[in-house]
């Protein structure tokens, strides 16, 4: 029985690690064969060494060394305080838009608009109004990450069938704990997967945003390691970006879960 | 129909709960004045089970809507024990046809939900949940989420959870007409147990006219499409009753009648 169970778990671990590994197989064969020369596609020994340098070398070493927690820090801060100014109006507005009518009139074409603008086109501005640093860092993700937490929260509170307000009514919830007692718990599948896609997309722009000259973060490693012509760091930095990001996004829907019997239940 | 030993005529002499006088309502469609309802009148009184039947579209949902307190109705009087309905209360309890029982919560959780309001202490809480889900039968399905559950088992569990909140009247739309036969003869035998424990008031609708005559005291024909009631049958056979009983046959096949014409 645990035997069995055992196998199907190792399956499925082999199952989800294949498409990684094979890209692996791929970058050691094209960089072995001296198909892609170096100092375009340093081969992963190179990257592995260097990425080891990055995260557990002593500063002062080499020009990377050691640098990973610092830059970590400072860009865990910038995509969290983004992140949690975006939850922080996207999830309120949202369900404000797809309940009640004009709210939604009020805002909707605005921030339908406000949606088309490219995110980058942001850029600019924000130097311009917060110079370099981390404010422009939070703002351009901060304001990407709502336009997604905004719209599912509301497309979520608006496919909350109306005969739930009623059981709840029924019940004895009056319409301003029906939010928490009924809408929220309700919406909750929406408003996860907008979290999620906003959690995402705030790592895209928090790259976008250390892009432009601040010393430390793992967005200004990688544009600093262009400039030198250090391929291999700019590829540890990816690396680590996609690891990062894919554990805060775990982590994320491991906390909603902890905190929410709607986010941890089937429905 | 001829008088049964059984005291079922009882509730004749009993106060009306519900009373309803002159009841209209409209609704408004593409700017065009549709009448669901016209001057209706109606009495449910303590104890009684009424169903009130009627072919889709005659109004009978709008109508438990409006004593559920869910719509206001165009113009009309509607009271319970003499005060006058304007929004939910906790003196009426409501049955949903469709499953609207809160996904996210284990049905002693969907239970308990109606009693959050009160200041109990959780231990109190607790045992009321547990009386009533051996009320309904359903004492080893406390923890179970409802996507886990039957249609049948889902529909006990929304009686469970109004129940527990011991309404004056309780409103039932169709709550059976989802089930399959067996579940729904399970149910309507849940139903009348319970009229004959608690003597629950109850006002329920259906379309289906075995039903009406299985559980009703008094049956309601709604008319077709007037939105008044048409005609209304005291059943007075002895419970349980039986299916195939000649006079029940011959209560289905009036009701049946009414309906067609």
Redesign the interface.
Known sequence: MNVAKGMILGKEVLQSLLLPLAALTLWFGLSVTGLVPGYLLPSPPTVLHSGIGYIFGTPGDGPYAGRFAGDLAASLVRVLLGFAIAAGLGIPLGICSGRLALVNRLVGHSIGGLRAVPGICWLPLALIWFGIGIKTTVFLVALAAFFPIYQNALTGSRLVAP??Y??G?????SRLRGIF??LL??A?PNIITGLRLGMGISWAYLVLGELTGVPDGLGAVIMDARMLGQTDIILVGIILIAVIGRFCDRLLVAALRLCF??AR??? | MTTTTHGEMVTANRPAILEITGLSHHFVHDGAIVPVLRELELTVRGGELVCLIGRSGCGKSTLLKIVAGFLAPTAGRCRLDGRPIQRPGPDRGVVFQEDALFPWLTVRENIGFGLSGRQWPRRQRQQEVDRILELVGLQNYGGYLPQALSGGMKQRVALARVLIRSPRLLLMDEPFGALDAQAREEMQELLLDLVRRRRQTILFVTHDVQEAVIIADRVLVLERDGGRIREELTIDLARPRDRSDRQFQACCSQLRQWLRT
Do not use: C, T
Not at chain 1, 169 to 173: D, Q
């Open positions: 005969i739930y009623q059981a009514a029924m019940l004895g919830v007692a009924i718990p309700m909750m019997k709607s239940r089937p429905r």
